[in-house]
């Protein structure tokens, strides 16, 4: 089984959570008016087989939005943080990061 | 290739069975081909075979990184059907299906199609309603298609929950008569046989690691059994569609998941047709060996593992008892994960790419078996002349930047949703 490493509520079966997905696509700003960017952000992916920082909210524990990164060929679990700590989605950028 | 039939089984019993040829040849990569197709699964082989059968391209390589039949080929639920509502959609799949129906003929071997019928059941008026809505597109588009009452079903399919207790009453389904499955083995064999009597090579253990360039274009593939040039490359790996399109350069609007399927103990005749469950996510049929082959939802995130999760076997059993509570105490022989290329509108894509010399056939989301010979078909057109076929004008990958998308499943641009 998955499970995850909640900050606040510690190691939690996966079920407890609902995936996010990809942490690192940036919204652009509000009133960017490129519609390249807004494409991208809406259905570009890198769907990386290897590492991937995605989001997770525990749902039936704290309600916590976290960024977690995971292998997706094994489902190692390599870091877990809290969505609002971290930089996913803070900085509006033109380009999600590679 | 010896042709398969009644007297060539005859002629083998008299030397006891010992004289049949390979079905096909153990082939090497030669230094360069026409086109090279990555991927021998049931697409790559499909779109390797018409090629050759079509538009008389016959030098032509299918690169496998496992062996033929190993991936989503050998791992789907090997549904078929036409049952879909939207245009674009609704063509191609019935194409299809008029192919699956010739198939064994064409291909001389036999898929063990069984044209057993698939219903999906109805819980509700409104939901009998949106049914007869498809329907209604199926038949204006030549399709058969029959809305069935709560009576109509409890006679075709007892066994589901008829009584009051029932959490989801069934008010009636949606029945395709020309619907059903196929011996997914059979077709990944038959079509690798059959390209290969065209002259194919079909190249085993052989993944690709990279594109040959000059310039901007593609010329070639580097492999593990090294450099192989091609006048044109044909991508059908999907489930790794973004790790084989970085490579290429594409950016692509796919997210991977896993999707389990699952087959139980044999049993004694049960499921007469294909079943699916219009309250939840399952769908069911019974093997020739008698064992129940179904199905539920993704995993629900990213995943290039080969094997799923045990919450889904719950919720999938879960919802297996609520429609069939006859099987609560059948006992799961086996169940297994495949990769699925999952598009935010849930519809494959199939088209010629920016990249000159690099075509792609990808995006199949759960619905790439029963798409198998018309994808083949018309990836092997769209590669034969650089055009999309028409039949998959609406499957281009620039869809999802002009807002064409195809949304079938109607769940958001979210691909772990669809």
């Known amino acids: 089984m998955l499970r995850i490493e909640c900050p606040c509520c510690g190691l939690r079966d996966h079920d407890e959570f609902r995936y996010g997905g990809d942490a690192s696509v940036a919204r652009p700003a509000h009133d960017d008016p490129d519609p390249e960017a807004w494409y991208r952000y809406v259905y570009i992916r890198t769907n990386p087989a290897g590492l991937h920082r995605e989001f997770w909210q525990h749902v039936t524990g704290c309600r916590q939005w976290l960024v977690v990164e995971r292998d997706t060929r094994n489902h190692a679990i390599a870091s877990v943080d809290l969505a609002r700590k971290s930089s996913a989605r803070k900085s509006p950028a033109r380009n999600p990061p590679a | 290739m010896a042709r398969y039939s009644a007297f060539s089984i005859f002629r083998n019993a008299l030397s006891g069975q010992k004289n049949w040829q390979r079905a096909w040849r153990a082939a090497e990569p030669k230094p360069s081909y026409d086109v090279i197709v990555i991927g021998g699964g049931g697409h790559g082989l499909a779109t390797a075979f018409y090629l050759a059968e079509n538009h008389g391209i016959r030098n032509v390589a299918v690169l496998e990184k496992g062996y033929i039949g190993g991936g989503n080929v050998g791992r789907n639920t090997t549904v078929i059907r036409s049952n879909y509502l939207l245009d674009g959609n609704t063509q191609f799949y019935e194409f299809s299906m008029k192919l699956w129906e010739g198939m064994s003929r064409a291909l001389n071997f036999n898929v063990m199609f069984s044209q057993r019928g698939q219903l999906v059941t109805a819980h509700s008026a409104d939901q009998l309603d ?141 499921v007469d047709q294909v079943v699916a469950y219009g309250a939840d996510h399952f769908y069911v049929s019974q093997s020739d060996k008698g064992g129940l082959v179904f199905g539920g939802n993704l995993d629900g995130y990213n995943s290039y593992a080969q094997r799923g999760n045990l919450g889904v076997v719950r919720e999938v ?64 057109h769209t590669i034969a002349t650089g055009k999309p076929h028409p039949l998959i004008a609406a499957y281009g990958l620039d869809r999802f930047r002009t807002g064409h998308t195809l949304d079938e499943a109607g769940a958001g641009p979210s691909a772990w949703l669809q």
């Open chain 2, 130 to 270: 949106g049914f007869s809505h498809r329907a209604n597109i199926m038949r204006l588009n030549g399709i058969d298609a029959d809305i069935l009452d709560r009576e109509d079903v409890r006679h075709l399919v007892p066994y589901l929950d008829f009584s009051d207790t029932a959490r989801f009453p069934i008010h009636g389904a949606i029945f395709q008569g020309r619907a059903g499955t196929a011996r997914h083995d059979a077709v990944a064999w038959g079509y690798a046989r059959a390209a290969d009597g065209h002259g194919v090579d079909i190249i085993q253990n052989c993944e690709v690691t990279d594109f040959l360039r000059d310039g901007d274009r593609i010329v070639g593939v580097e492999t593990t059994k090294g450099r192989i040039g091609a006048g044109k490359v044909g991508l059908a790996v999907a489930g790794h569609t973004s790790v084989l399109g970085a490579k290429a350069g594409l950016e692509l609007p796919i997210e991977s998941h896993v999707l389990q399927a699952f087959v139980t103990e044999p049993l004694k005749p049960l």
């Open chain 2, 317 to 380: 059993a879960e919802a297996a008892i609520a429609l069939m509570p006859c099987i609560s105490r059948v006992r799961l022989l086996r169940h297994w994960g495949g990769v699925m290329d999952m598009t935010p509108d849930a519809s494959p894509i199939i088209c010629p790419t920016p990249i000159e010399g690099l075509y792609l056939n990808g995006g199949w989301c759960y619905g790439g078996f029963k798409a198998t010979p018309a994808s083949g078909w018309c990836f092997a």
